[in-house]
């Protein structure tokens, strides 16, 4: 440590007149002090493991963070040190050589993560360059942001300036600067210089700025919905100090992300930025329009007329020597799957117009024909209701000297207001010769399709010839399976078959377990015998059927001789392998799973399991694990207290495996959660916390904050998305109401759309929609009663809105007041188990709000799912239309809300507050708090939030005058965390006046008051 000395006084003598033999003293000190050393420079490249970084520069190859180097990665959810290695590139180019290293930190490919980069240092201020960018793509839009500050924001590279290098300065509070890339897309670093920012350093240029609008524009600067703003600031040498932005003269807020603004009326944005020369540039304000609605909106929707494996995948293979037999018998030549049909459809109420197809590999494919035009003349038109057909075809030659997959795409660009460039991925299986060691082995077959189920073998089971289950693979022991799910259909697919060609046909079929006999499904056609999607015998379909229904335990059954079950088949031999279906991403598919068969007892017996492969849904084995991690949230949705703008409410979710260990030694997955994200029309006002840990073992739970910081007046509502290794995430819904001082919202009305009678549901008051019907009309409910999930309202969901025939018109006409309202509307598909079963469009006012809505593609089957609408009344009848497409319309309820004055009492301040808190209750030391809103009120609904009760608690409240006349009597019971929250409906409109609300429960008693106006 080095001291150095400082005078802080003099020394002298003084005699005082008055007091002669005073003296005053003032010593001379000399005080060592510590000077600190300045913080040295620090020079970080982000390069590859195999990479030297450039001269005066440290390598950082994608490190887990350690507190041994001071730096490296952690995860963006659970702040865990995590490798960055897979996502590290090194690139060749023109670039200088720092920029040639590549972190992805946004990277969405497999096995690559998300990542946050910090860099442990003493609090302080510092200066901190970065440059970001790539040499070899484009597809990016940039956002890095340093301690929070978007340094680099909205950057869009293109092929004349790759990169961009730009300066910082920024406090750290916490020992760690960090880098993080929210609000950008396929973000990528490729180095930082972190310096001290106490150091002078001078610019005489201000801070420059930039604005977008990016939406639907319906002309000139008016936008249909709503519209993402994004920003960007740039100062010179001395470093962007601050940025703001301001809507509507509002006070300035940081900037973090785009802004997503919602909600019609006029706006104006303004962007402010400082440097660390404190030169400070306001922009000029842009300005711009968002309506109600769009007057027409495209809506454009594609379906592979194959139906598998996806409508926007399809699945091609080329057999390019063709193929037969001649021995013993002479058969005809194979044919091949190397043309597929892709119809889009105009679900919409505006002219969807295709003006470009483009492949990405013309080499390998073909676009045959547009209906029947094969001169591809564009642009098309595709009036609504109506469709257009596209044939592909795959022909690549000589690809290699087996087998060759390929994975292409086929881009249609249109109109469409959703996906103006729809990608449709196109995966062929190219193969020069048939039959024997040149057929493609089963893991190719999965690999076509994108599964990333492993067979844990090449061309033969590793000479096990099927004693065993091979190891090291995705293959699972099971004999026998019963249906999953009663309410939805098993669904048997063969995805494949490669065996002798082209005189055999495989028949596929189940049996009871016990059963002597079986039952056949389907049989293949006896020219697909080396190819994908093999057709059905003497037909055009493939070979996919529907059985609604097993009962009991059951096994397949394959060409009559190959057995799911081991016992029956030849020396007891595996005839039919089964492996779990793992998708794309690594995520388990539920119920679901690939199967392939070998021949037994045969002299062409060989172990491939390629002769016949199936994808089968909705089984599971008949004891056992399912095999796939399952996690429950509580509560399945958070509806959030009523706040105020500006301020946060704060909740905390439960996470639970439910999985347990069987008596067959078996044992449900360990849950690991891989992220956690908020997303949906509000994302912005909702945030998520750190999870309490990312593995959850059985029977075991987490837990994983969540906040509502509502900035605007209305209905929120978001998704909370829980990524945990199954290809159906977590959903939980988040709802919450934002209040500001000068308005309140209120719940005019929440209406039960398909049923006669009013019903209450979770201590809330729903009114039947029978007066309001008109037009086609049916009261539609669940075939198989099961729960729905992201909702703790079952019985809300269960039961809907539907028309008596297809393509019929319903409506809603609902009488309110004049005046501007917040509509929300709730939905579940409880009949179609896939895409395109039903699609229809929402009209409000005459206006459309939504168009080829399709709620199985927006969340599955049996999920609930909400929109929020704003709608002007100017008749007196809020008029709801509802328009199908395809099948009816399916509406589960509707909430009406209303903005209205919050107007406070000045004789007594408590009186007319939106929150008023109870007094202590002695009895048992809690202190109960009532939240009663809107508050005045119209008299008619009234909103009561109850906290800090006891769990399960029954409380009993009761509604008076002022006078003492009874108005209303009623319980509700608390949640497990003695919270609740309930809308009472008042029996008559209230006069105006003071009300008193008591509440009696087991912890004590307690009351609060709201005006009537």
């Known amino acids: 440590m080095n001291y150095t000395f400082t005078n802080y006084g003099t020394l002298f003598l003084k005699r005082n007149k008055k007091f002669f033999n005073s003296?005053?003293?003032?010593?001379?000190?000399?005080?060592p002090y510590h000077v600190f050393a300045a913080f040295t420079t620090v020079n970080i490249a982000f390069r590859t493991t195999t990479s030297s970084p450039p001269s005066g520069y440290i390598a950082e190859i994608g490190s887990a963070y350690s507190t041994t180097t001071g730096?490296?990665?952690?995860?963006?959810?659970?702040?865990?040190?995590?490798?960055?290695?897979?996502?590290?590139?090194?690139r060749t180019g023109s670039s200088e050589a720092r920029l040639l290293g590549v972190a992805q930190m946004q990277s969405s490919t497999t096995n690559e993560n998300l990542g946050v980069f910090e860099y442990a240092v003493p609090n302080g201020l510092y200066r901190v360059v970065i440059g970001v960018g790539d040499d070899s793509y484009f597809d990016s839009d940039h956002q890095l942001n340093i301690e929070g500050l978007p340094v680099v924001a909205d950057f869009v590279p293109s092929t004349s300036v790759k990169h961009k290098i730009a300066t910082g300065v920024v406090q750290v509070s916490d020992g760690k600067l960090t880098i993080d890339p929210n609000g950008g897309i396929n973000s990528k670093m490729n180095f930082i210089i972190i310096s001290d920012g106490n150091t002078t350093v001078t610019d005489a240029a201000a801070p420059t700025t930039t604005m977008r609008l990016v939406g639907k524009v319906i002309s000139g600067t008016s936008y249909d919905s709503s519209v993402q703003v994004f920003c960007s600031a740039t100062a010179g040498a001395s470093g962007l100090k601050t940025f703001q932005y301001s809507i509507n003269n509002a006070a300035y807020l940081a900037y973090t992300q785009p802004l997503t603004i919602q909600g019609a009326g006029n706006y104006s944005v303004t962007i402010k930025a400082t440097d660390a020369d404190n030169h400070q540039v306001t922009s000029a304000p842009i300005t711009f329009s968002i309506a109600a609605s769009a007057s027409k909106s495209t809506g454009m929707v594609v379906q592979n007329l194959d139906n598998f494996p996806s409508n926007d995948h399809l699945a091609f293979s080329y057999l390019q020597t063709p193929w037969r037999r001649t021995d013993p018998d002479t058969t005809p030549y194979n044919a091949n799957h190397d043309t597929v049909k892709l119809r889009i459809f105009n679900r919409?109420?505006?002219?969807?117009?295709?003006?470009?197809?483009?492949?990405?590999?013309?080499?390998?494919?073909?676009?045959?024909?547009?209906?029947?035009?094969?001169?591809?003349?564009?642009?098309?038109?595709?009036?609504?209701?109506?469709?257009?057909?596209?044939?592909?075809?795959?022909?690549?030659k000589n690809a290699a000297s087996r087998v060759k997959i390929f994975h292409d795409t086929l881009s249609i660009a249109s109109n469409d207001s959703i996906s103006p460039t729809k990608k449709i991925m196109l995966d062929g299986l190219w193969q020069l010769h048939g039959e024997g060691l040149t057929e493609p082995w089963t893991q190719e077959v999965f690999n076509l399709y994108n599964f990333t189920s492993t067979t844990g073998f090449n061309h033969d089971d590793n000479g096990l010839k099927g004693s065993g289950v091979v190891p090291n693979s995705s293959e699972v022991a099971a004999s026998y399976f019963v249906q999953a799910d009663l309410s939805r259909p098993i669904v048997i697919t063969e995805i494949a078959q490669y065996h002798g060609c082209c005189k055999a046909v495989t028949p596929m079929a189940y049996y009871l377990k016990g059963a002597s006999t079986s039952k056949t499904v389907f049989t293949t056609n006896n020219l697909d015998g080396q190819s994908v999607l093999p057709r059905q015998i003497a037909s055009s379909l493939l070979s996919k059927v529907s059985v609604t229904s097993i009962s009991g335990s059951f096994g397949f059954l394959s060409d009559y001789t190959i057995y799911s079950d081991p016992a029956k088949n030849y020396q007891g031999k595996i005839g039919i392998r089964f492996w779990k279906a793992i998708d794309a991403n690594g995520n388990m598919i539920p119920n679901a799973f690939l199967a392939g068969t070998d021949y037994l007892g045969t002299p062409f017996s060989n172990g491939d399991y390629n002769d016949d492969v199936y994808y089968i849904q909705n089984i599971k084995p008949e004891s056992g694990t399912a095999f796939y991690p399952t996690l429950v949230a509580t509560p399945e949705d958070v509806v959030f207290p009523a706040a105020l703008t500006n301020s946060s409410q704060n909740f905390s979710v439960n996470l639970f495996n439910p999985g347990h260990t069987y008596p067959d030694g078996s044992s449900d997955p360990v849950v690991t959660i891989k992220s956690a994200k908020i997303s949906g029309p509000n994302?912005?006002?909702?945030?998520?916390?750190?999870?309490?840990?990312?593995?959850?073992?059985?029977?075991?739970?987490?837990?994983?904050?969540?906040?509502?910081?509502?900035?605007?007046?209305?209905?929120?509502?978001?998704?909370?998305i829980v990524d945990y290794g199954n290809a159906t995430p977590l959903r939980i819904p988040l709802y919450g109401i934002a209040n500001t001082t000068a308005q309140t919202i209120s719940v005019v009305q929440r209406?039960?759309?398909?049923?006669?009678?009013?019903?209450?549901?979770?201590?809330?008051?729903?009114?039947?929609?029978?007066?309001?019907?008109?037009?086609s009309i049916k009261l539609?409910?669940?075939?198989?009663?099961?729960?729905?999930?992201?909702?703790?309202?079952?019985?809300?969901?269960?039961?809907?809105?539907?028309?008596?025939?297809?393509?019929?018109?319903?409506?809603?006409?609902?009488?309110?007041?004049?005046?501007?309202?917040?509509?929300?509307?709730?939905?579940?598909?409880?009949?179609f188990t896939a895409e395109l079963g039903r699609i229809f469009s929402i009209s409000i006012e005459n206006q459309t709000v939504l168009s080829a809505f399709d709620i199985f593609k927006e969340v599955g089957y049996r999920t609930a799912l909400v929109k929020d609408f704003n709608a002007t009344v100017n008749d007196g009848v809020l008029s709801v239309k509802f328009t199908p497409t395809a099948n009816r319309v399916s509406i589960a309820g509707i909430e009406i809300f209303k903005a209205s004055a919050t107007t406070l009492m000045a004789a007594k301040p408590d009186v007319g507050l939106t929150e008023v808190k109870t007094d202590s209750l002695k009895s048992n030391g809690n202190t109960n708090k009532i939240v009663v809103y809107p508050n005045p009120n119209t008299g008619e609904v009234v909103q009561l939030i109850a906290d800090s009760f006891k769990p399960l608690e029954t409380v009993n409240y009761s509604i008076n005058s002022l006078y003492g006349v009874a108005v209303k009597k009623?319980?509700?019971?608390?949640?497990?965390?003695?919270?609740?929250q309930i809308s009472v409906a008042l029996p008559a409109k209230l006069t105006k006046g003071i009300y008193l609300i008591n509440f009696l429960s087991g912890s004590g008693s307690s009351s609060s008051k709201f005006i009537v106006q």
């Open 348 to 396: 919409g109420s505006g002219n969807v117009i295709i003006n470009k197809l483009t492949l990405s590999r013309p080499a390998a494919w073909k676009v045959l024909s547009i209906n029947t035009d094969t001169t591809l003349a564009l642009p098309i038109t595709i009036a609504p209701t109506k469709s257009a057909d596209i044939s592909i075809r795959f022909l690549i």
């Open 683 to 720: 994302a912005s006002e909702f945030n998520v916390g750190t999870l309490s840990a990312t593995k959850v073992n059985l029977l075991s739970s987490v837990t994983l904050g969540v906040n509502f910081v509502p900035k605007t007046l209305g209905i929120k509502n978001a998704v909370l």
């Open 71 to 90: 730096r490296g990665w952690i995860n963006p959810v659970t702040k865990a040190p995590q490798s960055m290695a897979a996502n590290m590139r090194l």
């Open 970 to 980: 009623d319980t509700f019971i608390t949640d497990t965390q003695g919270k609740a």
């Open 23 to 31: 003296v005053i003293i003032i010593l001379l000190l000399s005080i």
């Open 780 to 831: 539609d409910a669940q075939t198989v009663k099961t729960p729905v999930s992201s909702t703790t309202a079952d019985s809300l969901y269960q039961t809907y809105l539907s028309a008596a025939a297809d393509l019929a018109v319903t409506n809603l006409n609902i009488p309110v007041t004049n005046g501007s309202y917040m509509v929300r509307m709730h939905f579940a598909e409880n009949y």
């Open 751 to 775: 209406i039960k759309a398909g049923s006669d009678v009013a019903l209450k549901i979770n201590n809330q008051q729903w009114i039947s929609d029978k007066p309001y019907r008109t037009g």
